[in-house]
Each structure stands twice: as structure tokens, then as C-alpha cells.
């Protein structure tokens, strides 16, 4: 049974496909830098904080795509309730993930988000309607197989700060499928651009619950992390926009490359034997739904 694609024509076209991949690279490696941004500045300050300046300076780079999309009529919401959900979504994927930075080294944070391909194969069926076969299905089951490996959850180095991002893969995984579904009718400045106000927002009702101002360094830190995460954001809704999302999910195993080597020389962190086992493990998963996507697209 050929798998169900929301694409207007209802197959993606190789150029599309090469556009989808390209963009999910990166904007991985962008939200690798903000990942290492966000856990450099949490140490510090609320996360409430960092959500917010996050979003307030994202903004900027959704003012940009907005400009260049046709201006006001590209901001044009349709379907607004999703929209919302979505932004939901996102704002618990970053609230989960930063809080988790506080306690795990960056490349086993990521890693154990790793499970949002394969969330996103999973909740594909329910939410896009998509099919997904048997194999697919058992790729899905080797996936978790690799997260319980790196979490380790009977073992002595097991920490309660490890189901964390886990939350923001589920959380992720979530808004990237409304994403694909809200594609169809929005343009990509309007889903930038609810997602990122709507963050602001509600971060913003957080920070009389905590606030430290921030000195002039920490500042130009925050602009960056601001932007960063903007121009991430516009590269993976671009990604989910070109290509189904069992295709380009894969991809995001690049972000593991990154974080490693920020780790590494930012804040001497090296995952150890069980995390690399395992996140091979889940690349692998993922790298075999790629594989049974393009044999169900090619039949």
C-alpha cells in the first residue's frame, strides 16, 4: 500500500526531496548552537528566560522570511486552533529540553531525543493518516530498544533528568507533524511566526516568577541565541514543508556530530560506550524507515 502523502501532487519530486534533506542539515546544526547557547546561559538564569529571549530576538529572522515571502499576506494564519497546539508543542519541546541541558552533557541530551524520528514515524498514522508497515513498525521497536540503552533506566547511572529529553522528543515530534499538516494551507513566515510570538508570550507571563538581568556579555549572547534559533526554525519548517517527515527525520542524527564536539570542547563532556551504542542503535532505526520510505514512494 503506497503511503499517504499530503504533497499537492501526492509525491515529492527528487529536487524537493534534496531541499528537504539539505534544510533539515541544516538547520540541525543551527540548533546545535542553540542547544549549546541555551545550556551555557541556564546554568545561570531562569529557564523561563531563556525560552522567552529565545523567541523575543527569534522574531528578527521571522520579520526576514516574512519580508521576503510577499509581507503582511504571508503572515496570514488558517486553521489558528492548530496553530496554537503546535505552538504548545514546541514551548514544552524547549521548556523540557533546556531544564534537561542543567543536569545532562549536551551530546546525551541529544541523543536521547533522538526518539523524536521515531515518535514521528509512530504518530504519523494517527495524526497524518499515513501507513506505516510492519517493518517500519519493528524499526520503530529497535528505536526504543536504543533509547532504554542510553537511559539505562534499572542501571546505577540512571537519572530522572534523562526522561526529560525524552518529553521534548515526544513534544517535538507532536508539533513537526502539525507542521506537515498545517503546511498545506499556511506559508512558512506564518507557522515562524505563530509559533515564535506565541512562545514570547508565554514565557513572557513566566519571568515575574524568576528574572536575572542580564550583563552586557550575556546579553549579546542572548540576541545570538535569539537568532540562531530563528534561522533553525525556518530551515526545519522548510525541511517538513519539501519532504515527507519519515524521509528528512533521519537527518536530525546529525545534530549528535555537533553536540559531541561542542561538548567536547566547551565543556570537556564525552558520551560514554552505552550512549554512542545506543544512539547508533536509533540512527539506525531511523535510517531503515528512510530506507522502506523510498521503496513504498519508488512502488
Not at 37 to 51: C, D, H, N, Q, R
Not at 125 to 137: D, H, K, N, S, T
Request: glycine share 10%; aromatic share 12%.
Amino acid at each position: 500500500m503506497k503511503a499517504a502523502d499530503p504533497s499537492p501532487r501526492g509525491q515529492q519530486a527528487p529536487d524537493r526531496l534534496l531541499t528537504g534533506i539539505l534544510a533539515m542539515l541544516m538547520a540541525m546544526f543551527a540548533m546545535t548552537i542553540l542547544d549549546a547557547l541555551a545550556k551555557w546561559l541556564g546554568a545561570g538564569y531562569p529557564i523561563s528566560e531563556v525560552v522567552f529571549f529565545r523567541s523575543l530576538f527569534g522574531l528578527l529572522p521571522v520579520l526576514a522570511v516574512a519580508w521576503l515571502s510577499g509581507g503582511r499576506a504571508s503572515l496570514r494564519v488558517r486553521e489558528p486552533g492548530l496553530h496554537l497546539l503546535r505552538a504548545a508543542f514546541l514551548l514544552g519541546a524547549g521548556f523540557s529540553f533546556f531544564f534537561a541541558l542543567r543536569f545532562l552533557g549536551l551530546a546525551e541530551a541529544i541523543a536521547i531525543a533522538f526518539l523524536s524520528p521515531v515518535f514521528v514515524t509512530a504518530l504519523s498514522v494517527p495524526i497524518l493518516g499515513e501507513a506505516v508497515g510492519p517493518r517500519r513498525w519493528a524499526a520503530v521497536a529497535v528505536g526504543f530498544l536504543g533509547a532504554l540503552i542510553i537511559v539505562r533506566p534499572s542501571g546505577d547511572s540512571f537519572t530522572w533528568a534523562a526522561v526529560l529529553p525524552a518529553t521534548a522528543a515526544f513534544c517535538y515530534a507532536l508539533a513537526m507533524l502539525l507542521t506537515r499538516r498545517l503546511s498545506r494551507s499556511n506559508s512558512t513566515a506564518s507557522l515562524m511566526m505563530s509559533a515564535t510570538l506565541l512562545g514570547c508570550l508565554a514565557s513572557a507571563a513566566l519571568l515575574p516568577f524568576g528574572w536575572r538581568t542580564p550583563d552586557a556579555e550575556d546579553f549579546l549572547l542572548f540576541v545570538l541565541l535569539g537568532l540562531v534559533g530563528g534561522t533553525g526554525s525556518y530551515f526545519m519548517t522548510l525541511a517538513y514543508r519539501s519532504a515527507p517527515a519519515a524521509v528528512i527525520a533521519p537527518f536530525e542524527y546529525s545534530t549528535l556530530l555537533w553536540g559531541a564536539l561542542i561538548g567536547w570542547l566547551v565543556w570537556h563532556e564525552l558520551p560514554d560506550g552505552w550512549t554512542w551504542t545506543g544512539a547508533t542503535i536509533l540512527a539506525a532505526s531511523g535510517l531503515y524507515i528512510l530506507h522502506r520510505e523510498r521503496g513504498v514512494s519508488r512502488r
